[in-house]
């Protein structure tokens, strides 16, 4: 069922698409599902996402008016959600007490997951449990991961040989993004096992599966001019100083500290004035770091000067 802002939406679960601001909205009544999807080639971004009741229309179908009177009964889930579904394709987030708590006994409640859907530059390689996951970048770049999770969220992934009882229970997931970004980031391309010993095992039982969705990002900046030409740098900072660049598959937290940059002019001017050519690493342990739990970058302006323009 597709249901508009302002309407009054019976199902169990619905979609909703904001006018002013483009951004999709799932809705699922307490003790349903909500399903959040984008199309082939984008991932999920989660704006706002709360449980509880703000009306007395929404999900009322059925229930007694004590149930549905208390409307100031709102808990915010944002960072819960995002964890579920951000820089995936699709999830879906069951409405329930023992997920999110309670925020007033007595009423009957729903979720309200509100979220954008932007182009991914994401890989995602997917391990079924005792197998090898190989993250790969190209040279000159490295792994950032984006996202991990160890358990089940379906019935089909990993499944074949496995009896029915290994694989039903889809309600079984962790979220291990920070275990596998210590093993692989800043690396060319490492190496990691699907197992319960190293990430606890979130459903006995169940057949589980390792998903990893990384980006391979440049972590050299490679300044070239043409043949007789030199580089002669006229600016440079190291740190962030908007939220858009280097910004993909990175949480929202890594990104939103735009008033972060160090002048790097001397250090780049030393090590590339007068070649053709030369390579730069971006890194905190050569141009300091302006501020922490930032994720940076480095930015490079520069001309090409010809061999004897740049003698005189």
Avoid: W
Avoid at 3 to 17: D, K, M, N, R
Avoid at 70 to 83: H, I, M, P, R
Avoid at 115 to 128: H, P
Avoid at 218 to 226: E, I, K, S, T
Wanted: glycine fraction near 8%; include cysteine.
């Amino acid at each position: 069922m597709l249901c508009f802002i302002g309407a009054i939406c019976l199902a169990a679960a619905a979609l909703q698409v904001s006018a002013d601001t483009g951004d999709l909205t799932s809705v699922a009544c307490e003790h349903n599902i909500a399903p959040v999807r984008c199309d082939q080639g984008q991932v999920i971004r989660v704006t706002l996402a709360d449980y509880g009741r703000r009306d007395s229309t929404t999900c009322s179908a059925g229930r007694r008016q004590f149930e549905v009177r208390n409307t100031n009964c709102v808990l915010s889930v944002t960072d819960k959600v995002a964890q579920i579904c951000n820089n995936q394709n699709s999830c879906n987030v069951r409405a329930e007490n023992f997920e999110f708590g309670d925020p007033c006994g007595h009423t009957y409640k729903y979720l309200t997951i509100s979220y954008t859907c932007v182009a991914s530059s994401l890989v995602t390689s997917i391990i079924c449990e005792k197998s090898t996951a190989n993250l790969r970048c190209g040279q000159s770049k490295v792994i950032r991961v984006a996202l991990a999770v160890y358990g089940r969220t379906d019935s089909t992934t990993c499944s074949a040989g496995r009896s029915q009882s290994e694989v039903r229970n889809t309600n079984c997931a962790r979220s291990v993004t920070d275990k596998v970004a210590q093993f692989c980031d800043n690396s060319i391309g490492c190496k990691v096992r699907a197992r319960s010993s190293l990430f606890g095992d979130p459903c006995g039982g169940t057949y589980k599966y390792l998903k990893i969705s990384y980006t391979c990002v440049n972590r050299v900046a490679n300044l070239r001019c043409g043949k007789g030409q030199v580089i002669r740098v006229n600016s440079a900072y190291y740190g962030r100083r908007d939220t858009t660049t280097c910004s993909s598959g990175r949480p929202r937290g890594d990104v939103r500290r735009t008033k972060c940059s160090r002048s790097a002019t001397l250090q780049a001017a030393s090590s590339c004035n007068g070649k053709n050519s030369c390579s730069i690493r971006a890194s905190s342990s050569r141009f300091g770091d302006p501020c922490r739990g930032t994720y940076k970058y480095l930015k490079i302006g520069y001309v090409c000067n010809s061999e004897s323009e740049s003698q005189n």
